[in-house]
């Protein structure tokens, strides 16, 4: 098919419209604009009724959460980061999950103002890989320690669904020895970033094995949508966006993640929208998103509105919205990406952020141009390359160096990818959640991909305080009531000592 015949056919209305109500949809303009200008005088005993919510795991409403995020005493924000805390402690304990992102193809028929991949952008170097390429960069990042991956597409004839099967399968197939120790590197999730689909390609999509589905609606503000995404272009059909995480659902996927890109429009306006969202899903399907983006703008190839928009967010009110979205959706997973300059990542994780990236590369092959020469001579230096990236990093750290500082803030990392392989996904893995009992699992299961990590990726420098957050997991697992119950620290203590021995991806 020709570009044009392709896009054409991309659409299907039908896909839209079972889920609209009376042929609207969930967003509501009016109605999030006078719950936040109606709830701008609360006291902080409401305030503090609301934390208490959120720290009992319930899920907050739009009234609720509009008064946190009207908030303007210092002193109860600092209670909010405080209880941000609390409720990630509660249920996802110290740790925090690794993943890299994989960018396949930066073709695109699309003209979102924002972004360097857009089809317009001349500047832009476009390449798409091959299955082989594919394979490389996968070997690159599964050598640096990386088990779970987010691969991402532009939205092109030349990487449909058939393309983004043929390279998800091709990085499930690589597995390489490690560098240290006697395991190997392989790639045990791959969670996929790519335009909204129709049911029958998101099923294609399940049926070749991934976690989950992600896409972000960028602003959930209907006329920015309009003025950033021209009509006429697949992007420019909000509602075709608005639905995908519905479709993935249809289509049997049933951990879908969301996001916002800040800096687009109103941030209070955007986090409303993405609880608005989150409703909706829970509506329709029972459940919720399992993870929540808040990616902030930044410059890209042959684009000045990043410099230009009024709606970009500074560091002290990203800190805000990432502890609003923390306490009003307190069992969801929420993702702080390398957009992000370490120093606020590390204040955004203080409150409540549960995932990031390191390594990164996002440029078409980035990982083999660029970490495979780090991998051989630490002293490489690495320039972006705005014209084959999306857009710009603030953390390119290795995987290795970001690892050692949070181990030295007592945080473990984690690779753990069983919940998805073990059937806990979906409305199985909200339950465990809502009722704190994923993180126990988590907790175990980080401590196995930790000790995997330490002896087959670490530095010296990182084994070292690694060791030592080892220990006090494996003293708090012992300690812990729920453990003991049963033969739950028993198979535990015998599965470490398989993987201490050189067993690999050993996981309950
Ligand atoms: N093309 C697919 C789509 O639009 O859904 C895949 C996603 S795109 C490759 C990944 C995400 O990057 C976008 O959804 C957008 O939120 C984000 N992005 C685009 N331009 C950006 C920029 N200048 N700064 C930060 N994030 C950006
Ligand atoms: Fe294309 Fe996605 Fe970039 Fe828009 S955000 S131009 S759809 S890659």
Redesign the pocket.
């Known amino acids: 098919l020709s570009v044009k015949e392709w896009t054409a056919q991309v659409i299907k209305q039908d896909e839209i419209d079972r889920y609209l109500k009376n042929g609207r949809d969930f967003i509501d303009e009016e109605e999030i604009k006078s719950l936040l200008q109606n709830n701008r005088k609360s006291d902080k005993t409401r305030v503090r009724d609301i934390l208490a919510k959120s720290l009992a795991i319930e899920r907050l409403g739009p009234e609720e959460t509009a008064v946190l995020l009207n908030v303007r005493d210092d002193d109860l924000w600092e209670e909010m980061y405080e209880t941000g805390l609390k409720v990630k402690q509660k249920v996802y304990d110290n740790r925090i999950v690794f993943f890299a992102p994989l960018y396949c193809s930066n073709y695109?028929v699309?003209s979102?103002l924002?972004?360097?991949?857009r089809a317009e952008n001349s500047h832009e170097k476009r390449r798409r890989l091959t299955m082989e390429e594919v394979k490389q960069e996968t070997e690159v990042m599964v050598t640096e320690g990386h088990k779970r991956m987010m691969i991402?597409?532009?939205?092109h004839p030349l990487s449909d669904v058939n393309y983004m099967c043929d390279t998800i399968r091709a990085a499930y197939e690589v597995k390489k020895p490690a560098p240290r120790g006697t395991g190997f590197g392989q790639i045990r999730r791959i969670n996929v970033?790519?335009?909204p689909m129709s049911i029958a390609d998101l099923h294609k999509l399940w049926e070749v094995g991934i976690g989950t589905y992600q896409?972000?609606q960028?602003t959930y503000h209907k006329p920015s949508y309009a003025s950033l995404h021209p009509a006429g272009t697949l992007?420019g059909n909000y509602r075709w966006r608005l639905y995908a995480l519905h479709r993935a659902m249809d289509a049997g996927i049933d951990d879908v993640a969301m996001?916002a890109?800040f800096g687009l429009y109103d941030w209070r306006f955007e986090v409303m929208g993405l609880l608005q969202h989150t409703i909706d899903l829970e509506n329709h399907f029972g459940i919720g998103p399992h993870t929540i983006s808040f990616?902030?703008?930044?410059?890209?190839s042959g684009?000045d509105f990043?410099a230009n928009s009024s709606y970009l967010v500074d560091d002290s009110s990203f800190k805000k919205l990432v502890t609003v979205l923390r306490l009003a959706v307190p069992y969801t997973g929420l993702i702080v990406t390398a957009?992000e300059a370490p120093g606020i990542k590390k204040e955004v994780i203080k409150v409540g952020c549960t995932q990031t990236d390191a390594s990164t590369r996002i440029g078409i092959g980035g990982y083999t141009e660029t970490l495979k020469a780090l991998q051989e001579r630490e002293d490489y230096p690495y320039e972006q390359d705005q014209d084959i990236q999306?857009?710009t990093l603030g953390e390119t750290r290795r995987l290795d160096a970001v690892m050692r500082e949070f181990a030295e803030m007592g945080m473990i990392s984690s690779f753990c990818t069983a919940g998805y392989r073990c059937g806990r996904t979906g409305d199985k893995i909200m339950g465990l959640l809502k009722s704190c009992k994923e993180g126990k699992f988590c907790k175990l299961n980080a401590v196995l991909t930790f000790r995997e990590y330490l002896d087959d990726f670490a530095s010296p420098a990182t084994k070292k305080v690694g060791e030592k957050v080892i220990a006090k997991e494996m003293e708090e697992i012992r300690n812990e009531p729920f453990f003991k119950k049963g033969t739950l620290l028993a198979t535990f203590e015998e599965m470490l000592r398989r993987t201490e021995a050189g067993e690999r991806d050993v996981y309950i």
């Open positions: 695109c699309n979102c924002y972004c360097g991949f991402v597409y532009g939205e970033n790519a335009a896409v972000f960028e992007k996001g890109l990616p902030r703008m930044t410059p890209a684009s990043s957009r999306q857009f």
